[in-house]
């Protein structure tokens, strides 16, 4: 109101009362005319005030709250959201299916989930599963029928898959020489009318589902031997369940939403996935007590082999003392099954583009799982190298928590390794013995931190050279004279045969598998006190009887029907690197003989008939001068003819083994 | 008639505005209110009612925290700036009942706590138990920096942030991770596409406009206004550390299509050559940081970094920048005692001052001290022989935290400028040839030293 004082039109009443000056208003019609006149003009300034702060009040408004929507915390990167797959609701899924001598594919509503034409590959029946609900392929596997015992597996996998699963056959080249009646008859029970009667070169093709309907089956019968059946190509459409038929009724807990999602994706892990009773993804062993290794991490290097990462798995995971946050798994490649088995279990795992090829890509992506352990787990002094084909004993991390110290106070170590090379089933006894070897057997095993970052990661082996990173680790410029701890039984078992650096026919017929697993889990209270072969306690067992050097050492009689004793023979070394008798020995004693392995100063200690057995190279071995005069060091002549054929391709499989 | 006229007109003039105002009016008030009906008061004003509010809803959390036995601390630095001025108090009655609510009643819209990532397992009941409980959680996820050095591997994304939400409260949880050298990271946070833009008013947040980089704290179990928290035990010292936190994580890419561009050097030299400088750096480090002096990566350490994340191996030193404001006299014994013993010392701490450590097998360690003006920033140098002085122009820069060789350390935030500045827009290119003299692109002759002076400013041992 005060705004009126000013207005020159009421000037002249000023000092008058408000009422009266409104009675005076009222009478005076020119004044009230210009007073409402002036009245409406100060509203409308009023109004216009107002409209402008409304209008400034909304675009700041609008602007705090822009400015909350925080494009600074965008992120930067672009995201191009993955197109998510339409939800199918397609009911019916095309297949097609091509069986050929030299070519076969499938094709999934017209995406090809499968192509294999390449040359002397790929033989026998294929094997794709489907998920009936979603049509998404669950797993596929070739069996090469044309060989001995592949059908066997074909059973084993098939009577893993789910009922109600798409199961789709085709065979590329040959697929029935060793097929087997069980083989056949299983096929058969799958709705197949051909399968009982393939034979020779046949082709064929078959789509059906696992204890149900069959939706196509196709077959071409080779005219003659020498000729391949003409190729079949089956077209048929399979008619998609719903999601819940396809899935089990687990209760719903956390570790059957991995399991469910596990399931639903792949196929061919057995009872895992099984709707009543599946096999425990937790295992929940017992802790160790003061377990020093609970806080070194375990880096799994592993490949595109997920059965051998499932089984793996298991095995680390039962294991006493597992720390599951402190695994990673490395996957060489990106392949989705390995991470599919790795989120099983609810481990974390790493995939890795593969750098350069064969040797060198295992190399490759053994350095960037070493640092990228390293960078994950910045306070580890050490770290735990394992790999997708290995069992480990269920005292894994208690052999490990009980020697680590070594490794710490022991600059000459360079590796605490769990697998005896020369721990076969008679030649190893003694749970809580270790030794110290100059070789490094690796298959489970500790690396220090510091030789990696100091010695190793900077001069690695880069890409182009294609070399084995454990043979290159084992270069007398990176092992400069350093040894490792092994212990006498292995804790740790090679079960992978297909990998890279096994060579499956000596793994197979030669060796039989090491004693890992007969591991009796009381021996942790006793390695500790067990003999440690440091330098300081390693001494020469002078208790030691000395065989009768006489006798053939190969002769079964040449150590004495006792148990519990020590004894020593003594074999001829004209120097360090002379192994001849030593190769002759071990070939005698069915034990690692490819090279050398095992030895510690021209001395290696093994056990037969339950007697602790030491072998001593004389004159290299420092230990020579324990041996009586008497004694003529035994010599054993390689067989002059087989030397050559023998020697060579043993060298290369020594190279391939690890 | 005229008249009249126009009084119909101002009358109808007036009318329309008077409805035109109520119209708007109306409109403001629905508008502010349903700005406030998104359970997000702006805090302005504060309404009585809210006070308990966030007290429950800490409270809430901190109850699902423990009952997941997930252990988190307070950094919520307005709080924590509260409690620091009753440290005393709060230390000594762990225990006592709160006559007030002192600290967690003031209305805002978040309080921040911290989780150490190792300390938890992933546990993904925690937020079934959550929703239970009425939260609505965000989880911000991003790629893991630490295989980020790494040639192409891919691992999960890793959580960086969650934000917990109930009624008009959010609860911002951080997530530090341990890096090498020693010390805490957390991420920053960055929506994704998809996201609720909107969930809280992310601007508001006190951690996550950059990552950080924090020592590890320890920590004080306190009970404060009745509620069991822990908190950094030095919370000054830990809002002094917050206030210069960032982190800038080495540019990896740009360092792999370096090493593209130009072959790393594997020789044995090379090797032997990283191994000193980081030992070195490793030592310098810690020598300075027990004094309490700031530093940074200069020179060409500082363009290794920024260039191919490691050292130039023909590089045949190691760089280091100190503010001149940070001299102190301590720092040639310190060095000395820690088993590097003083080359030279060019310059006086008025001018030019420059100090040069010899360090195992031949590696240099070269400190520079950096004079601040208006509008730049100068180093000097001097020649030995002639007494020249030479001066180093930088920009204006603020320190950063980095991680190289396994170590934390500053660069300047800056660092395209600062290296551009020293180098020249050719620092890509690496130079094996090299004179300190005249190779770099800031250098400017500064006159020369008087003779009477150069006993003191020219000192070589």
């Known amino acids: 109101m005060e705004e009126w004082k000013p207005n020159p039109a009421v000037k002249p009443h000023k000092k008058r009362s408000w009422y009266l000056a409104w009675k005076y208003k009222l009478m005076n019609q020119r004044a009230l005319r210009k007073l409402c006149q002036t009245g409406a003009v100060l509203f409308l300034l009023v109004t216009v005030i107002v409209n402008i702060k409304l209008i400034l009040d909304t675009r700041r408004a609008a602007y705090e709250e822009e400015e909350e929507s925080a494009q600074d915390y965008d992120d930067e990167m672009l995201n191009v959201e993955v197109p998510r797959h339409p939800v199918n609701n397609k009911k019916v899924l095309d297949v097609e299916v091509y069986s050929s001598r030299s070519k076969v594919y499938v094709a999934v509503d017209g995406t090809t989930v499968l192509e294999d034409e390449a040359r002397e590959q790929g033989r026998g029946i294929h094997v794709i599963v489907l998920n009936q609900a979603t049509g998404h392929v669950m797993a596929k596997r070739v069996f090469d029928t044309y060989s001995p015992h592949e059908d066997e597996a074909m059973v084993l996998f098939l009577n893993m898959v789910a009922r109600g699963r798409i199961l789709i056959f085709t065979i590329k080249d040959e697929g029935s020489f060793h097929l087997k009646e069980t083989a056949k008859n299983v096929l058969k029970s799958l709705g197949s009318q051909v399968a009982p009667f393939l034979s020779w070169r046949d082709m064929w093709t078959f789509v059906g589902k696992k204890g149900g309907e069959v939706y196509g089956e196709k077959h071409a019968k080779s005219p003659a031997l020498s000729t391949w059946g003409d190729p079949v190509l089956l077209k048929t459409e399979v008619h998609l369940t719903s999601v819940e038929d396809a899935e089990c009724h687990w209760p719903d807990t956390e570790l059957n939403r991995r399991r469910k999602r596990f399931c639903s994706k792949v196929e061919g892990y057995g009872s895992v996935c099984s709707c009543k009773d599946p096999t425990p993804i937790e295992f929940n062993p017992d802790p160790l007590k003061d377990n020093k290794v609970f806080d070194v991490p375990v880096a799994v290097i592993a490949g595109n082999r997920p059965n051998y990462l499932y089984r793996m798995l298991r095995s680390l995971l039962s294991a006493q003392g597992v720390n599951p946050q402190m695994i990673t798994v490395f996957i060489d490649g990106y392949y989705e099954e390995p991470m599919d088995v790795v989120e099983l279990f609810g481990l974390s795992g790493i995939q890795h583009t593969p750098i350069s090829i064969k040797n060198a890509r295992v190399s490759q992506h053994y350095k960037a799982s070493l640092t990228a352990t390293f960078n994950l787990f910045p306070d580890a002094k050490f770290a735990v190298v394992l790999e997708e084909d290995l069992d480990i004993s269920v005292d894994f991390f208690s052999f490990l928590s009980q020697s680590i110290h070594l490794l710490e106070e022991d600059e000459s170590l360079y590796c605490i390794s769990a697998w005896n090379d020369q721990g076969y089933e008679h030649t190893a006894e003694d749970p809580s013995l270790l030794y110290r070897v100059e070789t490094m057997p690796g298959l489970g095993w500790v690396l220090r931190k510091s030789l990696y970052k100091d010695e190793l990661e900077p001069k690695w082996p880069t890409p182009e050279k294609l070399w084995d990173w454990d043979m290159w680790m084992r270069m007398p410029e990176q092992r400069k004279g350093r040894e490792c701890i092994i212990p006498d039984i292995s804790r740790s078992y090679h079960f992978g045969i297909v990998g890279l650096n096994m060579n499956g026919y000596f793994h197979v017929s030669d060796l039989p598998p090491g004693p890992g697993l007969l591991l009796s889990s009381d021996s942790d209270t006793s390695t500790s006190s067990g003999g440690v072969p440091s330098h300081s306690l390693f001494h020469f067992h002078s208790e030691a009887e000395v065989l009768d050097h006489s006798k053939n050492p190969c002769e079964d009689s040449f150590v004495p029907d006792t148990e519990g004793k020590v004894y020593v023979m003594f074999i001829r070394m004209e120097q360090e690197a002379d192994f001849t008798t030593w190769t002759q020995l071990a070939k005698c004693l069915h034990i690692w003989d490819l090279d050398v392995r095992g030895n510690h100063k021209g001395l290696w200690r093994l056990f037969r008939k339950k007697n602790h057995f030491l072998v001593v190279g004389v004159p290299a071995s420092p230990y020579s001068s324990k041996k009586p005069l008497s004694v003529t060091p035994i010599y054993m002549e390689p067989p002059a003819k087989e030397e050559g054929a023998v020697a060579v391709p043993a060298v290369a499989a020594a190279a391939e083994q690890t | ?461």
């Open chain 2, 1 to 461: 008639m005229q008249k009249i006229n126009r009084n119909v007109v101002l009358a109808l003039l007036s009318l329309t505005s008077l409805v035109f105002l109520l119209f708007q009016l109306c409109y403001y008030k629905f508008y502010l209110s349903q700005k406030n009906g998104a359970a997000f008061s702006k805090g302005r004003g504060s309404h009585s009612g809210q006070d308990s509010t966030r007290w429950h809803v800490v409270r809430k959390f901190l109850g699902l925290i423990s009952s997941h036995n997930i252990p988190v601390y307070l950094i919520d630095p307005l709080i924590l700036g509260l409690v620091d001025k009753d440290i005393e108090q709060i230390r000594s009655s762990p225990d006592g009942p709160s006559p007030e609510c002192k600290y967690f009643c003031a209305p805002r819209d978040f309080t921040t706590f911290a989780l150490l990532d190792k300390t938890w397992k992933h546990d993904a009941g925690l937020f079934r138990t959550a929703e239970k409980m009425g939260f609505q959680w965000l989880k911000i996820i991003n790629k893991d920096p630490r295989l980020d050095g790494m040639d192409d591997l891919s691992g999960m994304e890793i959580p960086l942030h969650y934000i917990f939400k109930l009624a008009s409260h959010a609860i911002h949880l951080v997530v530090f991770y341990e890096r090498s050298g020693n010390f805490l990271w957390h991420g920053p946070l960055r929506l994704k596409q998809h996201m609720d833009r909107k969930f809280v008013p992310f601007r508001k947040l006190h951690f996550g406009r950059y990552p950080g980089a924090y020592e590890k704290p320890e920590l004080l179990l306190v009970s404060i206004d009745d509620l069991k928290v822990q908190i950094p035990k030095n919370p000054s010292s830990f809002l002094e550390e917050m206030s210069h936190s960032r982190f800038l994580e080495c540019r990896y890419r740009e360092a792999r299509a370096f090493f593209q561009l130009y072959p790393d050097d594997a020789s044995l030299d090379a090797v032997e050559f990283r191994k000193k400088a980081k030992s070195l750096l490793h030592l310098a480090a810690l020598t300075l940081n027990n004094l309490g002096v700031k530093f940074w990566l200069s020179s060409g350490t500082c363009l290794g970094w920024f260039r191919q994340c490691n050292v130039i191996p023909h590089s045949k030193d190691v760089d280091l920048g100190i503010f001149i404001r940070d001299y102190k006299a301590d720092i040639i014994p310190a060095f000395q005692k820690a088993g590097l013993p003083l080359k030279h010392k060019f310059g006086k701490v008025e001018d030019s001052l420059e100090l040069s450590f010899q360090g195992e097998g031949d590696v240099k360690l070269d400190i520079f001290f950096f004079y601040e003006e208006d509008d730049h920033i100068w180093n000097g140098g001097t020649q030995a022989k002639s007494g020249k002085k030479f001066k180093y122009l930088f920009p204006k820069f603020t320190l950063c935290w980095t991680e190289f060789v396994e170590l934390k350390v500053h660069v300047p935030c800056e660092t395209l400028q600062y290296v551009e500045a020293n180098y020249g827009p050719e620092w890509k290119v690496p130079v094996k040839a090299w004179d300190w003299k005249s190779s770099p692109f800031n250098v400017q002759d500064n006159g020369i030293w008087p003779i009477d002076e150069w006993d003191n400013v020219i000192q070589i041992y």
